[in-house]
Every structure is written in structure tokens, then in C-alpha cells.
């Protein structure tokens, strides 16, 4: 019996569903997320695909676009199976790659461009990219990067007219050249098998190597359709790249919005000002971000503001906004949907789904609803908070703490070269997230802590998570983040770092005496460090870093 | 190179991409529609899932009955591979049958209750059932079709309060009795590979014996997928039954409006008054239905009536309704969306995707854009108008006829126990509809005539479906219908048999002289028969029977 209440049942190899009834060419076909292309340049081949600045192309102009792209890649010597990496803000050859890398055969492995060279140097030459498109500011760590591997990388370089700065070159050749020569007789590839690989995504890594994370198309497929799914979307959505295409390829909404025959509105600065003038000029349906799009937006000077009449959706990831920036952010007329995910689930796999009755309760209770990370995905066939010894789910009492597990479609074809990592994450026939949860009675999920950042003091469990979302309730504290610091007498105890708002005169005792008001107190910080918080590339907070300095710390403190 | 532009290109097997990344329990599942009802019953327990009358069960209660019919049928002896029938017009009963059969390893075969006993005979046997569920309004029949088996079938009566005749019993034990006894401690089954069937759909087959149609779980759930994409679909529709959900299992509504968290309104009787009174009180915002819905609509005497708010959306399938209707149905509040397809791809396969532009567009004009068959489902990965001969696509002139292929997810299993006719529908790697159509400059596919309906006059080839529109605009006739006539002279000639408006005094020679003035001459009638049109069990005029009257017609005629 598997935890959602079912088992397998196979029909017998005599029945007569069974014989005369394979798969033929005509009654089964990989699912891919390449031909959504098509199928919308074909229906709607004059509606506005792409809006970059002044530039804007239809999709009969995109779908050009993407099979030159391809046809170039394969004139460079790209074929199926090789690896083609990218460095790009989201600009239209980042779109455009999504499409034509698979469409030449090849797996897209689009880099963070906070990455330093030698993150980059590592994971061009795990990723064993042949070419690389470099966006021009970027050539600088590219550059360096390129000098730190041993393989032979082709650069097309990207030189975007937003780019204000120097046009540096990498290689000899541009991408718009490689389009422009690229043959016009090449026929386009779509995977011979739903399970081939279509994307590599690498984990930021807050210690050791980045993994290679492989995502198939059939996972692609039907990840797009999930977004569609989870959000409701109509026909037609004008979406804001607002979120990194590199991050996760963009939760997938290259291929999501494709689906709908929707325009991308393209960003290479992720600003207020840009953002209010999106909205206002183009006007924006749809945007994902992290919690800093909305304090951008709601903390935006009168200046930068501009009115927009229409509903605006917003999804955002792993982290719920506090109630008071929920509350003015759907002031502005944006309707906050709340996701969580991982790079391995291609992106968002929950969702806090929106219960009406919601809209009655007191704004606190009302954003502690829509705080949980919520049920599965329709596309995920497993979401279970389970103790990862036993792998039995936990008893949905809003308080036990167990490990969040997924399986199914959404779920990643694994780790590239790492048999070992991914023996170790799919132990039991379930994804283990590393995200510790509880299960509330109505089957939210909520994350109470990553399993690494459990504080076991005295034998209880502290959620770091908990601790820190009663420093942010201060009023004076700007950031908090909580480890754990050997304790003498209770093995471990909460060691908070926090960053105040300037000119706050708040003391280390205040805060304690705060959290103390706030929490059970065997949960409240026995110490408190002030000063800013180190973090990634991709802006977490890098908390290996704290537990480090936590552990050094003078036992007088 | 397929006729999409593309070719396949599989990874090589020494790819890294191809190592050690093999299906897991962890990142594998069969797609199935069955999830569906777990993750909304999981996530929305409360929501009103079924209205029928005064009864409404809740997404819990239509998950824990669809559960126990699951049970009730393995206590029966159900086994995985194993056909349960169901007669049922559409009730709660027959909605269950589509989460409770599958849930029981078994495969769904809903009957349509317009059938004689013989040919329910014939599927009973044919289809191997072991069960019958039997709403007892059909009771008569189908005793009459058991005593024509040789099968010994276990028959479960429905009694739906509904029903107002006699509750005649076939066998000992009733749906609800079904239910209360079964046991909890049963688990239902998913399936254990996506190709497994789940449901049996016999073609009304207008000569010969009808073919069973097998879909397949993966179908099943890409289908219900591609009804929420096609309509833009968001959360919580209610969707009024008014379509058959015997015919292509309600075109998959079940499955869909289950995904999407919606509310079934069931319908015993399809009439005006009810179908109004839905529109008010249960505030249905989708239906779909054949045009005559749409005729009982407009032609509602006002003691029906009832006013309603909100936006109803339509989907009505082959063949379009003239502009006049459709402008009154849009007068109502009512947007239509034009679908095409056949029992073999899950019902409609195409749609006839709406531009923004076309509103501005003379009535005229609009209605016949509208009438078009359109575009691929996103879910259908090809659809082509190809010469069967050279399975070459037609140009897309909208002239050069063709017949309309199909290939892709939502192509049928096959046909059971007929692998002869599998071949033939399967020739060439594509799916052939026997649907003759053009293509026209913008992609849309329009129907012409089914391959059997062409008719070749002097070696032209003339549409009886053109010609059938020519003579509905001929303000006396009610219905018409055309057939090939043989003719010494010319080969065939277009043989018309039409039904007159009460009191009308209209003569064939006028007819044809009508006919003369809409079309190219050789295309007009010769022949002109008058009276009422004979009709299958779901209303399809049995063109077999007009082609034997015409060849039978005196040549004086």
C-alpha cells in the first residue's frame, strides 16, 4: 500500500486489453514540451511572443528564431546528446534556448551568472558543454572560466543592444550571425524517447560541488501544464521575467507560457521602475519572484509607481512574505499565490491551493494560511511528510516534525554522474527533500527547517525557521538568520544573526527578551550576533558559513 | 522528416544523460486520471462535487463512494483487466463509475441507453462484462439483451429517486446496498503501467457491427488535460450534464472537472426548463453539447426562461450551427467553442481556437470561421490533411481535399479483439478519421464529407455536406440530408431527402432551383425526396439507409 492509499494493479498478459493493443506511431508520441512551439506559431502566428524593450517578435518570428538557432548549434557540430550551456539575464536568446538547444538534439544548461569562475569552470566541465552563448557582460568571468577548463568550448557571444557596457568578444562569432547563417534545411529534432534529457540545472551548493540536476521532457511537459493547472491560467497570459531563467529554467515558464500562446515580457534589470512600467505598459497578467520582488515593489519610491488596471498574479516560492507586505502588495492589486520547490522537482512542486473561506479570516490568521507550502502539485503523484527512518508518514497534527517526500512526474531524471547522490535521494522510492515539515489536519504542508538546520537542544527539536520568523515580528530587525552553537549543557542551543535597520539602537538583550515573548523559551536565541549575513550567489543566506562562526565563538558570549 | 517539420533524434547510448538515470519509483508514475479525485477530495474535502436534485455530495463523499464502489466491485469478483457495463443516463451513479471501475483494476464500458437489446447483446458479449450496473429506467431492455448473452453477468440495479416509472429489479442487490456493504479495508488499485485500459467505448457503427474503442490511463489523463487547456479553464468550474456521458465517457468531463476541483450538475432529463434553471441556481459556467442543445436554447418558450449573470462557456462538437443560431446563443450570455473529434481520440481532438480579431468580423463571416474544425488539441501531436493514398498532406488552399489523420496522446489504445481494423486505422503510422476536409491558408482544418458521403459526379468530387448547407438556407427546410444517387450518365448524382416546415408548399423544382442559385450547377440535387429522416440511437441520420433508398428510387424519379 502506498501512503496515498493505493497499490498497483497490473492487467493480466491474457487479457484482451493486453494483445493486438501496442503503442504504434499513430497512438503514442513522447511528451515534450518542444512541440507547444509549434503548435502556437501555427495557431497564432502574428500574436506578440516576446517583448524585449523596443524589440517585439510574433511567434511565427520566434518560432523562426528558435529552429535558426538550432540549425546553427548543429552547423557548429552540436548533436543529440551533447550539452550547450548559456550565461544570460533574461533577455531573448535565453527564451530562445529553451527551444532551439532541444531542438537540435541538445541538453540546455543554462548558468547563474553569480556564479565565479571557478563554480563556472567546474560545472562547463562536469556539464561537458561543447558550446557555450555568452551574454557579453559576462565575458569578463567567462572569460577566466574558460581558462580554468581542459575542454574545448565553442563561444557564440550575445550582444544584447540593452547591455550598456563594453561588447567584450569570447569567440569569433556572434548570435545573431549564427542565426543569420544557420541552414535554412534543418530539420528540427523531437526526443525519440519522452525520457531523454532535455535540461541540466546545477544546485547552488552551499558546500561542496554543485550536483547536475537532469530534467526529462516528459517531466518538462508536464511541469508546464502544472503551472497552467495550479494557476488557472486563461489563454493569453502576459507574463513578467521577473524570476532568473536560470533558476530552475525558470520555474519552466518558457514552456508554460508558450502553451498559452502568452508574451514573455523580457528584463535584463530587475527593477521597481521597470517592473511599474511593465505592468502599466505591457500589461502584465502574470510574474514569479522571490519575497525581494515584492519589498521592491511595495517599498518603491512615489517616482518609480505606476498605475495598472488589471489583476496581476503573482507566485512565489519556498518563503511567505510576512502578513503586512502580503497585505500591501495585494493593495496594488496583485494576487499572491504561494509556491515551494526545489531544483530537483523542476522548480515549484507544492502549492498553498486558495481556500474562498480564507478571505474572511483576520489578515495574521489569513497570511499564517498562506504561509504553509501547501498540497502537491496536480503533477506530482506524491507529497508525504514522513520520518525518513521508517518512511511512514507523520501524524497530520500540525506538529510532528518529519522529512517532505515527493514522487512522480515531476520529480527529476536525477543527478548527472553521481549514481551514489542519487541512490541517496530516492532512497525508499521517494525524493527525500531535505526540508523538514509538519503535516497540519487539513494536509498542508508547512516547512519547519532544512533537516541540516534542526536545533536539538535538550532533546528538543527547534525549527530555525520558527525562531527566525519571531525576529522578523521585531520591529528593528531588517534580516535574522539562526543556527546551532554547541551548548555544554544542552548539547545545542540557537545562535541568532541579525541585521538591524539602521540608526536602531536595539540591544542583544531586547531581542532575547522579545523572543522570549514570542516563543517557548527553551526556543528563544541564548545568543545573539549583529552584522550583515553572508549568502550565495542566488542571495541564501549561506548558514554552513554561521554554524562555522557560531562554533568559534567565545563561550563567554 | 514528419509532416510537423521535425525528425527524431535519439540521445546516444553512451551519453552521460543515458547512465545511471533510469525510472525510479521515485521519479516515475503512470499517468492517470485517477489521482485526480485523491489530490481534490485531499484538498478541497468540502467543496460540493455533485448536484443531482436535491442531493449534493461533496468532494470527501464522491471520493469515499467512489472508493466504496471499488470495494463493492472487488467483493463481486472483480479483478484487474476485468469489464464492468454500466446503463446510466447521467446520474451519480455514472459519474462514480469513472473513478470506482479503474479503482478496482477494471476497465469502465458505459452504455448508451438509446441501443436495442441485439446490439447490447452483442457489446455485452463482445466486451466480456462481468457486471452490469443497470439504472432501472433501462430495465426492460436490458433484459432482454441478457437473455440474448451467453455471458453469465452479475447485474447491480441503480434506483434513482430521480426516476419516477416502476423500479423494475434485474438483479439482487442495488447500487446503494453495493455500496454500504463494501468493504473499508480495501485498497483501490492505480494502474501499474500508463497503457493499461481504463475505459471500453463501442462506435455507434451505422452498418455492421459497432467496434470497441479502448483508451487507455495515459489518454485519459492527457485528454482531461487538454479540455482544461483548450478552454482556459480555471478553478472550481460547474459544469452542467448535459452531453451523454456515455458518449466518449462525456468526452472525459469526469476526469477533467474532477482536476480542475469543479461542481458536476447532473441531469436526468435534458430539457429546457432544467437546463435553465441550472444556469440560475446552480450557476453553471460550462456545458457542452450537440447543436440541439443550443436549438432548445433559443427556441425555449419564456415560461423556461430564466435569467443568469455570469458567463457560460459552450463547447458543441462537428458540425457548427448556422450564424443565426449562434448569434442567439451568444445573445443569451453564452460563448461557444467549436471541438471536432470521434470516439477514437477521447471525443474532440481539434478546436477551433477563437482570435480576438474575428470579433470585429461581419456576423456572417464570424459564424464561418467558427464552423471551421480548426487546430490540433494541444494534447493531439498531429493533425494533417493527407491524400491516403500517398500520405502526403494536401496544400492548405482550402480547396484540395483531403482526408483529416491524426497521431499522438490522445489517439485511442485501438480497437478490441480487431487487429485487422487496428491496421487499417492505424496505416501509415497516423490515425485515419474517414473525415474528408480542407486546409485552409491559416492551418484551420474544415470538414467536407466523411470519405463514404463523397460523392462522384461525372469524376468530380461533390461535398454532401456543401450541398446540405446549400439547402438549409432554404427558409422551408427543416433537415436534409444528401446522398450519392447512381446515374448512368454521370456516375452518381447528389439525391437530396429534406423535411419540410409545417404548412410549406415549397416543390422539388423549387428546391433545386434554390440549389442552383447557392452552388455550382452540377453540384445541385437531381433528386428531391421528401419526408422524415431516419436517425440512429444518438441522433446521427443513417446515411446507409438514404443511400439504399436512392439506389433504389425509380429512374423516372
Known amino acids: 500500500m502506498t501512503p496515498t492509499g493505493f497499490r498497483t494493479g497490473a492487467h493480466p498478459p491474457a487479457s484482451a486489453y493486453e494483445r493486438d493493443l501496442d503503442r504504434t506511431a499513430a497512438n503514442h508520441a ?18 506578440v511572443a516576446v517583448v524585449h524593450g523596443p524589440t517585439r517578435h510574433t511567434y511565427a518570428e520566434l518560432n523562426d528564431r528558435c529552429r535558426r538557432l538550432a540549425a546553427g548549434l548543429a552547423g557548429l557540430g552540436v548533436a543529440p546528446g551533447d550539452t550547450v550551456a548559456i550565461m544570460a539575464p533574461n533577455i531573448p536568446p535565453l527564451l530562445e534556448a529553451h527551444y532551439g538547444v532541444p531542438m537540435a538534439g541538445a541538453v540546455l544548461n543554462a548558468l547563474n551568472y553569480r556564479l565565479d569562475a571557478a563554480s563556472i569552470a567546474f560545472i562547463l566541465e562536469h556539464g561537458e558543454a561543447t558550446v557555450l552563448l555568452a551574454d ?5 568571468v567567462l572569460r577566466e572560466a574558460l581558462a580554468q577548463t581542459t575542454r574545448s568550448i565553442q563561444v557564440v557571444d550575445i550582444q544584447d543592444d ?15 550571425e549564427l542565426l543569420a547563417r544557420a541552414d535554412p534545411a534543418f530539420v528540427p529534432y523531437l526526443p525519440a524517447d519522452e525520457w531523454q534529457a532535455i535540461a541540466l540545472n546545477y544546485t547552488s551548493g552551499t558546500t561542496g560541488n554543485p550536483k547536475g ?27 513578467l521575467w521577473t524570476l532568473p531563467m536560470f533558476h530552475c529554467n525558470g520555474w519552466c515558464f518558457p514552456w508554460t507560457i508558450v502553451l498559452q500562446a502568452g508574451t514573455h515580457v523580457c528584463l535584463r534589470r530587475v527593477e521597481a521602475g521597470t517592473i511599474f512600467a511593465a505592468l502599466a505598459e505591457e500589461r502584465v497578467t502574470h510574474l514569479c519572484g522571490a519575497p525581494v520582488i515584492m519589498g521592491m ?24 512574505p510576512p502578513a503586512a507586505v502580503l497585505e500591501k502588495v495585494e493593495a496594488l492589486g496583485i494576487e499572491v499565490t504561494h509556491v515551494y520547490g526545489l531544483t530537483e522537482v523542476y522548480g515549484p512542486a507544492t502549492v498553498c491551493a486558495f481556500h474562498e473561506a480564507w478571505r474572511e479570516l483576520p489578515a495574521a490568521e489569513r497570511a499564517s494560511r498562506l504561509a504553509r507550502q501547501g498540497v502537491r502539485y496536480p503533477v506530482l503523484e506524491g507529497l508525504e511528510v514522513m520520518d525518513p527512518a521508517t518512511m511512514e508518514p507523520v501524524p497530520a497534527d500540525g506538529a510532528t516534525i518529519g522529512e517532505i517526500m515527493m514522487r512522480g512526474h515531476d520529480v527529476m531524471k536525477g543527478y548527472l554522474k553521481n549514481p551514489e547522490a542519487n541512490a541517496t535521494a530516492f532512497a525508499g522510492g521517494w525524493f527525500h527533500t531535505g526540508d523538514l515539515a509538519v503535516s497540519h489536519p487539513d494536509g498542508y504542508v508547512e516547512i519547519r527547517d532544512r533537516s541540516k538546520d534542526i536545533i536539538i537542544s ?16 521585531h520591529p528593528d530587525v531588517l534580516e535574522a538568520a539562526v543556527v546551532a552553537r554547541p551548548d555544554e549543557t544542552w548539547g545545542e542551543s540557537p545562535c541568532a544573526f541579525v541585521t538591524l535597520r539602521d540608526g536602531s539602537t536595539v540591544t542583544a538583550a531586547d531581542i532575547i527578551a522579545h523572543c522570549r515573548r514570542e516563543l517557548a523559551h527553551f526556543k528563544a536565541p541564548r545568543t545573539i550576533v549583529f552584522g550583515p549575513l553572508p549568502k550565495t550567489s542566488t542571495g541564501k543566506v ?16
Open 136 to 140: 557579453s557582460e559576462f565575458a569578463p
Open 458 to 473: 535538550g532533546g528538543e527539536n527547534i525549527s530555525s525557521i520558527e525562531v527566525e520568523g519571531a525576529l522578523y515580528r
Open 30 to 47: 513522447p511528451l515534450t514540451p518542444l512541440t507547444f512551439l509549434e503548435r502556437t506559431a501555427s495557431v497564432y502566428p502574428e500574436h
Open 542 to 557: 549561506q548558514k554552513f558559513q554561521l554554524r562555522e562562526r557560531a562554533r568559534s565563538l567565545d563561550t563567554q558570549d
Open 213 to 239: 540536476v537532469v530534467y526529462h521532457h516528459r517531466g518538462a511537459h508536464l511541469n508546464a501544464v502544472g503551472n497552467v493547472l495550479v494557476w488557472g491560467m486563461g489563454h493569453h497570459p502576459v507574463y
Open 162 to 176: 540593452a547591455f550598456r557596457g563594453q561588447h567584450e568578444r569570447l569567440g569569433s562569432l556572434t548570435y545573431e
Open 297 to 320: 515593489l511595495v517599498n518603491a519610491p512615489a517616482a518609480e509607481r505606476r498605475p495598472f488596471a488589471q489583476t496581476v498574479r503573482m507566485m512565489t516560492a519556498a518563503s511567505a
